[in-house]
């Protein structure tokens, strides 16, 4: 494991975003989910892709808080440019389970 010093963890900016909207994306080489994550103002509405299909269907999405990572680069997925990292630790079987607040926060809110 590499070691990462505090200021490496302030220069991401992982905060709370409400799923919008969510579709499948078929054309995406393993099976995912095109997101789009309201963070509040003044970051708006960010689109994301997601490998979860065995745990959430785009209709579970809906509503859900999830926590991203904000301030990477765009990164282009087929015809699809995702702008946030949406964040997920993987389960027993190495399927993704998103990372939620247990309450209710405001958008936009940050982790630290």
Avoid: C, W
């Amino acid at each position: 494991m590499t070691e990462a010093s505090f200021d490496d963890f302030l220069k991401l900016d992982i905060r709370v975003g409400r799923i919008v909207e969510a579709e499948p994306f078929p054309e995406a080489r393993k099976p995912a989910i095109k997101l789009r994550v309201d963070f509040g103002a003044p970051l708006g509405i960010r689109k994301s892709s997601a490998q979860i299909t065995a745990h959430y269907t785009p209709e579970s999405l809906i509503g859900r808080q999830v926590m991203a990572v904000v301030n990477f680069p765009p990164r282009q997925i087929g015809k699809f440019m995702s702008e946030v990292l949406v964040l997920g630790v993987s389960d027993d079987s190495g399927e993704v389970v998103l990372i939620s607040p247990d309450q209710a926060v405001p958008l936009g809110g940050r982790l630290y």
